[in-house]
């Protein structure tokens, strides 16, 4: 599949902050990435992983700063990767929100 079928397969709530012709499926793939994880399908996650493959996913996702739970667990999981090896597992806030959910 090319990065132009990959772009309008998305899901159309993902990007709905910018225009899907101006997005460059190598030049912005993390952000790519972590839309999918934490917004997305389960046909956004099946077109990401055919078009990036899990180890790239899981390099991605281990530079990111900040990524929901909910994603981190599944990236681990499904990856047999350690939560500690995440930045973003490692890299929280210094101060606590108040309402801790």
């Not at 101006?22 to 046909?43: A, C, F, T």
């Amino acid at each position: 599949m090319s990065a132009n079928e990959c772009i309008n397969s998305f899901s159309s709530h993902l990007f709905w902050d910018v225009r899907k012709e101006d997005i460059d499926m190598e030049q912005y793939s993390k952000y790519i990435i972590k839309r999918v994880l934490e917004y997305g399908m389960w046909n956004d996650w099946v077109i990401i992983r055919s078009y990036y493959g899990l180890p790239r996913i899981v390099e991605e996702a281990k530079k990111m700063r900040d990524l929901e739970p909910r994603a981190l667990a599944y990236v681990a999981a499904i990856s047999n990767t350690p939560k500690n090896e995440f930045r973003c597992y490692t890299y929280q806030q210094s101060i606590p929100k108040h309402w801790n959910f």
